[in-house]
T-cell receptor
Framework: KAGVTQTPRYLIKTRGQQVTLSCSPI?????VSWYQQTPGQGLQFLFE???????NKGNFPGRFSGRQFSNSRSEMNVSTLELGDSALYLC????????????FGDGTRLSIL | SQELEQSPQSLIVQEGKNLTINCTSS?????LYWYKQKYGEGLIFLMM?????EEKSHEKITAKLDEKKQQSSLHITASQPSHAGIYLC???????????????FGQGTILTVHP
């Protein structure tokens, strides 16, 4: 079974731009969660989608948004990029029901200049 | 303060030594997950604990959950250089099955194993 795939692996943007990150979950998984990882704040939950609906959201500004498609693939968008948005963005997938662990992709490293 | 506290923050051991990493929650635990991360890469799932007193083992790694103390421990026996990395505990702390994909993570423990 293929794992969670995130694209691109690396991205460099400048302040004020916007960016879209993509995540393909493990086949059969309907839940996709997104996390931001920084040296100062660690791993922080952004949001979770299940069957194209956002079920949960963390404490991030509205500049961070996401969506999920009917094939469970998910995208995350960050608008008006700030220097502090530089981070490793990780997505994780799980079946979305019952007590099942999340499986993570390798992440997208976003650098803001 | 952190919702999930891990200790120690870093650990340097000689190959062959045993070690323990602790994870303590300030909230009720509804599920506790251990992951390993190589720097700059994704998290690799190790173990999931859900019931107080539960203990699971995989190869030389054992994890336990103490529900009363809201604490979990990860123990590595006879450490090897391949065990080196960042160990993270993640927890579901929202009641009634409402976590919906949200895990709260500790700050991580950096493990170095010298050959």
């Amino acid at each position: 079974k293929a794992g969670v795939t995130q694209t691109p692996r690396y991205l460099i943007k400048t302040r004020g731009q916007q960016v879209t990150l993509s995540c393909s979950p493990i086949s059969g998984h309907r839940s996709v969660s997104w996390y931001q990882q920084t040296p100062g704040q660690g791993l922080q939950f952004l949001f979770e989608y299940f069957s194209e609906t956002q079920r949960n959201k963390g404490n991030f500004p509205g500049r961070f948004s996401g969506r999920q498609f009917s094939n469970s693939r998910s995208e995350m968008n960050v608008s008006t990029l700030e220097l502090g948005d530089s981070a490793l963005y990780l997505c994780a997938s799980s079946p979305g029901y019952g007590n099942q662990p999340q499986h993570f992709g390798d992440g997208t490293r976003l650098s803001i200049l | 303060s952190q919702e999930l506290e891990q200790s120690p923050q870093s650990l340097i051991v000689q190959e062959g030594k045993n070690l323990t990493i602790n994870c303590t929650s300030s909230k009720t635990l509804y599920g506790l997950y251990w992951y390993k991360q190589k720097y700059g890469e994704g998290l690799i799932f190790l173990m999931m604990l859900q019931k107080g007193g539960e203990e699971k083992s995989h190869e030389k790694i054992t994890a336990k959950l103490d529900e009363k103390k809201q604490q979990s421990s990860l123990h590595i026996t006879a450490s090897q250089p391949s065990h080196a990395g960042i160990y993270l505990c993640g927890a579901e702390t929202d009641a009634g099955g409402t976590s919906y994909g949200k895990l709260t993570f500790g700050q991580g423990t950096i493990l170095t194993v010298h050959p």
